[in-house]
């Protein structure tokens, strides 16, 4: 994600104070149909149908005042169904609401007077009725009702029972003994539910109306640029784009939404893992994203049949951040036996297209989502660089590899073929040491690390050295400085040629691989903290550099050891305290293939 686009979209988080309300889009009403049959063409329309029924005049003001009366007053056939008797303060709060929305900016086809009550009323076509009558209508607003008829002038909708049918010009008019409940998609319930307003706020932030380009009529190019003659805007949000189209009736999500409450408890503990440095414009703002960012990452589940991710939701649920090449570490974004765990003892609400739960709990472990471990395999260039000479010529030849080998999991015959993806850095001049630096991304602030290389087997054993450099105050990188190997080789250390590398002046940095033609996993440093963040940004603040070393005599060179560096992957894993990360550090069974087999079954 881009440094740019990340603070247009913190600077919406931070500015958006005043509430704004939002719902689904209004179907078009550019089509029109002639009915000529059935007596119906000479009769009044839907609007003057209702204009003239005392009964329906506060329905009438209410369509009056929110500018819906034209559309019953055209040519276009629909079916409404009026509720009679409506009071005075239900008229005055429906009202309400659309001047509310109306001085937010939000057009009419957003407003939820609009999508909310009218459209909740009214169906496209002419819908006659008979005792026979038993299906679905869609409403202008997209929710499906069911509709029965007991005989040509009485039924229900949705249950809610209508009487009294009258014809008119353009469709036909039921009046119903109350207004029709309205079904609300998950959006619109967190909106309505009370005690969510962290949660609601953070969403409408990114709420935006942008042009949509094949829905204008073009006009031709001016100065460059397209200028259209009849321009269409359509309401769009960057958050729910990466979350979940909540808002959606062709969708089916569920959602663990946060009270206001957890929250505050969850900001309160994530804030720290977002501090910057001096040297980064709108600093603050990043900070207050991601900080809500990671609230909310991990609580959207789309539970489409078609979703492609799709499991047993008794089994197990993945939220809209997992993907399937996950095999370093299958539980991040995935959730065991649901219903005895995140969702064990929350409230659970059915909406028009998925279910919400309310969380007061805070049920979402930070270690499934933005806390858990990252992989950055070496073979990501975009991470990367070599040394250069004075010509700005690069000084290292970085080859990529595949390597294949056959392995048997435990309690299994079936043998499997698995594919590790490295690189091989070596200098080109052959009298040089190899080296690599590595820009470490999306680094938390205040975490303890432990930090991990993966690299692979090779002829001769390779003697290497870990370096870093942090980025400091003044917004730039001092120099590198090497870390001692939290496990220093001793006369007792089970590697080749030790006596060779205990000889040598810096061996509290060596780092040995042994040959052969296996992955190794070796610990780099444990409970490491770092001081600033680089989430969001396109310069990171951590290098991890990585030099091969060897002993001073060119003859031992390729005969004992190689100054060929392989690398598979860095891994890093947070803590939220020393002791937990002190405790884990050489649990290196952790990133066992076998026991991560193991864990995608479970």
Not at 66 to 93: E, H
Not at 176 to 199: A, C, H, M, W
Not at 226 to 253: F, H, K, M, P, W
Not at 357 to 378: Q, S
Request: hydrophobic share 35%; aromatic share 12%; glycine share 6%.
């Amino acid at each position: 994600m881009k440094t740019k686009r990340i603070y247009k979209i913190a600077a919406a988080v931070v500015l958006a104070g005043t509430p704004l309300f939002w719902s689904s889009c209004a179907d078009s009403w550019s089509e029109h149909y002639d009915v000529t049959d059935g007596g119906m063409a000479d009769q009044p329309s839907l609007l003057q149908n209702i204009q003239s029924d005392a009964s329906l005049s506060n329905f009438y003001r209410v369509v009056n005042a929110i500018g819906m009366s034209d559309a019953l007053g055209a040519a276009q056939q629909l079916t409404v169904w009026a509720p009679r008797n409506l009071t005075n303060a239900q008229a005055d709060s429906i009202i309400a609401v659309y001047e509310a929305d109306k001085a937010a900016g939000l057009k009419k086809e957003d407003n939820k007077a609009i999508t909310q009550f009218y459209q909740n009323h009214v169906a496209l076509y002419a819908r006659p009725i008979s005792s026979l009558t038993d299906d679905t209508v869609a409403m202008l607003n997209k929710k499906y009702m069911h509709l029965i008829g007991t005989s040509d002038k009485t039924g229900t909708l949705n249950g809610n029972a209508f009487d009294d049918a009258v014809l008119s010009n353009n469709g036909i008019l039921y009046k119903t003994n109350g207004i029709q409940p309205f079904f609300p998609n998950v959006r619109e319930y967190i909106e309505k539910r009370e005690g969510l307003d962290s949660l609601v706020q953070m969403i409408k932030g990114f709420d935006e109306y942008e042009l949509d380009e094949k829905s204008s009529v073009a006009g031709g190019v001016e100065d460059g640029k397209s200028v259209y003659l009849d321009s269409v805007t359509v309401l769009t949000n960057d958050l729910l784009s990466s979350l979940g189209y909540i808002q959606r009736e062709d969708s089916v999500y569920t959602l663990l939404a946060p009270t206001d409450e957890v929250w505050r408890q969850l900001y309160d503990k994530y804030r720290q893992y977002y501090v910057y440095d001096p040297s980064v414009a709108n600093s603050d703002s990043l900070a207050e994203y991601y900080t809500r960012w990671s609230i909310l990452r991990g609580r959207f589940f789309n539970t489409s049949p078609n979703f492609k991710y799709n499991r047993n939701p008794q089994d197990s649920l993945v939220n809209t951040h997992y993907f399937e090449r996950q095999n370093h570490n299958p539980r991040t974004n995935v959730y065991y036996k649901p219903y005895e765990t995140i969702l064990n003892g929350l409230e659970k609400v059915t909406c028009s297209n998925g279910e919400v739960y309310i969380d007061n709990k805070g049920v979402i472990d930070p270690h499934t989502t933005f806390f858990g471990r990252t992989d950055l395999l070496a073979t990501l260039a975009t991470y990367y660089e070599v040394p250069k000479n004075t010509a700005n010529v690069e000084t290292m030849s970085v080859n990529r590899w595949t390597r294949y080998r056959s392995v048997y999991y435990a309690d299994s015959t079936q043998e499997v073929t698995k594919t590790t993806e490295y690189i091989t850095v070596a200098a080109t001049n052959s009298g040089d040491q190899s080296k690599i630096t590595y820009t470490l991304p999306s680094i938390l602030s205040g975490a303890y690390y432990n930090i991990y290389i993966v690299t692979m087997g090779q002829d001769l054993p390779n003697w290497f050295q870990v370096g870093h450099s942090e980025k400091n105050a003044r917004g730039t990188f001092p120099t590198e400085q090497y870390w001692d190997n939290p496990h220093p080789i001793t006369a007792e250390s089970d590697v080749e040629n030790v006596d060779e590398i205990l000889s040598l002046s810096k061996n509290s940095t060596c780092f040995v691989t042994n040959a052969g033609d296996d992955t190794d996993t070796l610990l780099v440093q444990k409970a490491v903290q770092f001081p600033y963040s680089s989430a969001g940004l396109d310069d990171g603040v951590v290098k991890l550099i990585v030099r091969s070393m060897g002993p001073s005599s060119p003859k031992k060179l390729n005969v004992i050891y190689t100054r060929t560096l392989s690398l598979c992957e860095f891994i890093l894993v947070p803590f939220e305290t020393k002791e937990e990360a002190e405790a884990a550090a050489d649990d290196l069974d952790a990133f066992n293939d076998e026991l991560l087999e193991a864990n995608k079954e479970n």
